[in-house]
Nanobody
């Protein structure tokens, strides 16, 4: 069964950090670009970050550039999102995605996880 499972979300104060993980099963992420999106209440799902197959290229939304870092460990079949200097506006459900195209900038295709909640208090 092809599956992505996110973990690492939680409640953190503004200025704090969290590290999200996305573990893949049923397929090998080496063959896929990977990405993170987020969806806040009442808003559309939006792009956060994406990374190419060999991690040679990354791309970030302007709102998280310089604060978030996407990385991948193909040996562990896992993708990460290190989030530093968190702000209340970062509060959302964060989703992991695998797709055959890079960069992953839209939600119309790919394999998606179920999401993990990140809440940043002020």
């Amino acid at each position: 069964q092809v599956q992505l499972v996110e973990s690492g979300g939680g409640l953190v104060q503004a200025g704090g950090s969290l590290r999200l993980s996305c573990a893949a099963s049923g397929f090998i992420i080496d063959d896929y670009a990977m990405g993170w999106f987020r969806q806040a209440p009442g808003k559309e799902r939006e792009f956060v970050a994406t990374i190419s197959w060999t991690a040679g290229n990354t791309y970030y939304a302007d709102s998280v550039k310089g604060r978030f870092t996407i990385s991948r460990d193909n040996a562990k079949n896992t993708v990460y999102l290190q989030m530093n200097s968190l702000k209340p506006e970062d509060t959302a459900v964060y989703y992991c995605v695998a797709d055959s195209v890079f960069p992953i900038l839209h939600t119309k295709s790919g394999v998606w996880g179920q999401g993990t909640q990140v809440t940043v208090s002020s």
